[in-house]
């Protein structure tokens, strides 16, 4: 029997991989309508991205081959797909983000944050939650943990070692003094062990704690900005895609007004859990002003760290430049409660020009203009070598960097999901899903929302948060059309429950790299995670509820919403 089920594990792959479409085959043969032909696409991408038989980008291209096989999309109207503006804002973020890992620009302001906020451990955990949330607003929140993690190890030793050291030494000079260093050989019968136990389960702790906080702060943090995560990327083209007549109602001020403040009360609340669960709260030791000598060597560490980065270069102000240059021209788009730059020459009539994907794509190309170094102009005093050197220095960022660091494949599963939801739409099968949800009519529209918003925080913990987005994001704006409910009263909290993958280690990179580290069992990270879920679910609850009706009138069924308003 054991060796029967290593046989079906050693080619789980390969059944998954061809027989998931021969066993669906018989449902396109028996019912041969245009919408089950694209159920039957749509459920093959599924299975494949769920059990990541092949490559989550390669299964993203399967619209490509299928739907013209199956006579849903012409090859042209499914190749547009991959690349459409939504495609070129999440690029134009990314080679912005490559270009700020480049220069270690994001490290500076780690370590300078920290600096400023101290080495206490409640203040240092929450130090590293809010640098860690604020870099994965702007950068992956894979390469946010990447960079964070080491640093938080490094602290954690130093402050370990410091916990150690002191104490041996100061009673060994203290025997020394007294002249009884042959009465008591061990400085461990100084020790109490009940004692002993508890400071080392403390530290160990304190080390879940510190891990713990910085994979779920980078979680967090990505939901903030539009393209700060994957599944927001997704919503903004859904909705471009599925309703064309939405205009302009979400973009990154709009998005940003919304999801900001639902960040920081997130990131308070998981604070607060982490330290209740890991930490003794003492808020007087937390904050008080005296500093111990674990405290003393965790500063020492960050301020040597900080030290090894020297001065702040020519490079790194110009990239700070730059991404603040990036960070202001997509809020003053188009604000919302003032007219925006885009107001001044870019609008005609309905035609809007530009978008944010447009000053994104400027940024990314100022940063292959922009140099790297001063240039020289005193051509009178160089060497013979300087001469040859041309004038302009290299720029922030050459091809070849941007071609290895910026992550392709999700711009692949990006387009695969507008490919899908461009085929629901074509085929009929989204009008045909909308009709099976009509029932729901009669339930409330706050309980569908909760109820969805749980169903997507416990999938995305099995799936690619992306994947989970492009899947269901279609079928709820389905469902929102035919029961008469704003489309984004569901899909904004179902987008922000996509990053709410907490629980294992195998659910998101942070995950997978905190866990690899070795201070946490599976058994940790599902205890806290759940709560940590929980508390998701429902800040995101509270904020469509509150501020978000007002942001976005969730309380209306808009027109663009309307069926007819679709475009076929």
């Excluded at 604070?271 to 003492?282: E, F, I, K, T, V």
């Excluded at 160089?382 to 290299?394: A, D, G, N, R």
């Excluded at 490919?419 to 074509?426: F, N, P, Q, R």
């Excluded at 976005?552 to 679709?566: E, G, K, Q, R, V």
Aim: with cysteine.
């Amino acid at each position: 029997m054991a060796s029967a089920l290593s046989y079906a594990y050693k080619f789980k792959s390969c059944v998954i991989l061809f027989a998931t479409p021969l066993l669906l085959l018989p449902l396109i043969i028996l019912m041969p309508a245009k919408f089950v032909r694209c159920a039957y696409v749509i459920i093959i991408m599924a299975v494949y991205w769920c059990t990541d038989v092949i490559p989550v980008a390669v299964t993203s291209l399967i619209p490509v081959l299928l739907f013209p096989l199956l006579r849903i999309l012409d090859s042209k109207q499914v190749c547009i797909q991959y690349m459409k503006d939504t495609n070129m804002l999440f690029l134009g973020s990314l080679i912005v983000a490559v270009a700020v890992e480049r220069w270690n620009l994001h490290k500076r302001i780690a370590l300078r944050s920290l600096l400023w906020v101290g080495t206490k451990p409640a203040r240092l955990m929450l130090g590293f939650m809010v640098v860690t949330a604020f870099l994965s607003m702007w950068i992956s929140n894979t390469a946010t943990t990447a960079m964070m993690v080491p640093i938080v190890e490094a602290v954690l030793q130093q402050m370990e070692a410091t916990s150690d050291v002191p104490e041996a030494s100061l009673g060994a000079l203290e025997l020394v003094d007294k002249g009884k260093a042959g009465q008591l050989p061990r400085q461990v019968l100084f020790e109490n062990p009940t004692i002993e136990k508890q400071e080392d389960r403390d530290r160990k702790d304190m080390c879940k704690a510190m891990n713990l906080c910085v994979c779920y702060a980078a979680s967090i943090g990505g939901t903030a900005t539009l393209t700060g995560t994957g599944p927001n990327v997704v919503l903004l083209g859904q909705m471009h895609e599925l309703f064309p007549d939405s205009k302009n109602i979400l973009n990154f001020a709009s998005w940003f007004g919304f999801a900001f403040p639902n960040m920081l009360l997130l990131l308070v609340l998981s604070w607060l859990w982490l330290r209740s669960m890991y930490m003794r709260c003492n808020l007087k030791k937390s904050f008080s002003c005296g500093l111990s000598n674990e405290e003393k060597a965790a500063y020492g560490v960050l301020r040597e760290e900080y030290r090894k980065l020297g001065p702040l270069s020519f490079a790194e102000v110009n990239v700070l430049i730059c991404f603040l240059l990036l960070i202001g021209l997509w809020f003053s788009r188009d604000p919302g409660f003032m007219p925006g730059w885009m107001s001044i020459a870019w609008v005609d009539g309905e035609t809007i020009y530009t978008t944010d994907a447009t000053v994104a794509i400027f940024v990314a190309i100022l940063l292959f203009i922009v140099p790297s170094q001063k240039p020289k102009f005193n051509f009178c005093n160089q060497s013979e070598e300087e001469m040859k050197t041309p004038f302009y220095p290299p720029a922030l960022l050459d091809w070849k960097v941007t071609q290895e660091r910026v992550p392709w494949g999700v711009v692949l599963l990006l387009g695969g999901g507008f490919a899908l939801a461009k085929g629901c739409e074509v085929s009929g099968l989204s009008e045909w899903m909308g009709k099976q949800m009509e029932p729901l009519s009669y339930v409330s529209p706050a309980a569908i929302s909760l109820i969805l918003s749980l169903l997507i925080a416990v999938t995305t913990e099995c799936t690619s948060n992306v994947a989970t987005t492009t899947l269901f994001l279609p079928i709820f704006a389905s469902m929102s059309r035919s029961i008469g409910l704003n489309p984004l009263y569901v899909m904004l909290p179902c987008t922000l429950s996509a990053s709410f993958a907490f629980m294992l280690p195998v659910a998101t990179p942070p995950n997978a790299i905190v866990f690899a580290y070795g201070h946490l069992k599976v058994s940790d990270m599902v205890k806290s995670g759940l709560m940590m879920n929980v508390i998701g679910v429902l800040c995101v609850f509270l904020s469509v509820n509150t501020w978000g009706r007002v942001i976005f009138d969730l309380d209306h069924f808009p027109d663009w919403a309307n069926s007819t308003h679709m475009k076929t």
